[in-house]
């Protein structure tokens, strides 16, 4: 069953993006309301929207709105705070620090997001247990492996509160059946308010029926 959400959070309206004068994505629009789980597939384009909703990428044409706002009036600290609190982006070159250990890396989020140096601990520790991971927290980075890798991430991500999740180029380090772990694994420990963003190049992987499949 499709996880479906409430009031609509991320609108992108007429988004066209131009790369060297090669239209790359043309007029596409989507509403996304909060707690749903899209599944954007597409080769060679999901990489530039994820830019866009991160801000690094800004479209030739149309609009991204964020909870109603245009994101084109975005200052940098907003920005900066959709980044780190309400839009946590997972993908394969972000997320991990390889010099800290899993709970150094998870309060490093905690750090970035402004809490409290004293709720470090406690929160940390609080968003392993929930994942029920809390044997990785004195880990290196460089000893997990790829499947424990992402199930960090999401840790990281999840510390945050944040309103969405975008998973992005989980296909690159993870095999097709440790794909299906993953999701199974997001599937039970994010909570149903938040809502998940999976973005796939390859069309062929499929994630699930929890998912909206939407074809750029």
Known sequence: MIRKGGNVLIKL?????????QRVLNDFSIEIAQGEWIQLQGPHVCQLVVKALEGTLR?????FYYEGVD?????????????????IIMSPKKGLMNHFDVEKNIQMQLKYGGVYPTKWKRQSQRVLEELEILSLRNREIETLGSLERWQVKLAKALVAKPKFIVIEGVYEELKQAEIKEFV???KEKIPVEIGVIF???NRSIGVDESFRQVKL
Do not use: N, V
């Open 199 to 201: 973005c796939t190049e």
């Open 13 to 21: 309206d007429g988004m066209t993006i131009t790369l060297e004068g």
């Open 71 to 87: 994101t084109q009036c975005y200052s940098a600290s907003q920005w900066a705070h959709l980044r780190k609190k309400q839009l």
């Open 184 to 186: 199974i694994f997001c």
């Open 59 to 63: 479209p030739t044409e149309g609009h």
